[in-house]
């Protein structure tokens, strides 16, 4: 129960933190009090729970911690201005492969090489399609890339199909609830990000038990 205390008041700093952050940007982003301040303080207090009842290896809370506070600031502008902001999809490739590093330095070489292939993937769609996805998307898929690619080859093909059904679902559901029009598009950085920090922390449970990815 400490850890999650612990971890959950940490994890709010930091949303409050991302917060902040968003704002003050060139194009500040607006995000209302509190959700980035309960949605990374509830991730950090799960995964501090986890490590400390010996369910989550130490050497996952770097990158699972890190890629929780990016899901929550990248994906709180996507969605409400549609937008992904350089300040955080730029920077997040090298955060993610550091963040990565106590995973041994196959994990990284498997990062580095994951970001390139979604990262080319998510490119050719833009370019061939370029409604379909923004060049914050693009870069995004970089470090979400690199997320999967530290876990194994599976969860690189299971977290890019995982994203891309999240954003069918939220597109489904938008449009036969009359929230938006299909000309409009759908915010598709939350998706990838979810799919990310699930499919990794999924791992890192699995770890626990040793039954990780196969890699």
Do not use: N, Y
């Amino acid at each position: 129960m400490a850890f999650v205390v612990l971890f959950g008041g940490l994890g709010m700093l930091a949303g409050s933190a991302a917060r902040l952050l968003v704002g003050r940007l060139r194009r500040g982003a607006r995000v209302p009090r509190p959700w980035c301040e309960l949605l990374v303080g509830g991730l950090w207090a799960v995964l501090g729970g986890c490590w400390g009842v010996d369910q989550l290896p130490g050497v996952w809370l770097p990158l699972l911690l890190g890629v929780a506070w990016l899901a929550v600031a990248a994906g709180a502008v996507d969605v409400a201005h549609r937008r992904l902001p350089d300040v955080l999809t730029l920077p997040a490739l090298p955060v993610v492969l550091v963040l990565a590093g106590p995973l041994g330095a196959e994990a990284v070489g498997r990062g580095l090489a994951g970001a390139g292939v979604l990262f080319t993937a998510h490119l050719l769609v833009r370019l061939a399609t370029p409604a379909a996805l923004g060049g914050g998307d693009v870069k995004l898929a970089g470090a979400v890339g690199a997320v999967l690619g530290a876990v194994s080859w599976p969860a690189l093909a299971v977290g890019a199909a995982m994203a891309a059904v999240l954003t069918g679902l939220i597109t489904l559901v938008g449009l036969f609830g009359g929230r938006w029009r299909l000309t409009r598009g759908v915010p598709h950085g939350p998706s990838m990000l979810a799919a990310g920090w699930l499919v990794a922390a999924a791992a890192g449970l699995g770890a626990a038990g040793a039954t990780a990815w196969p890699a």
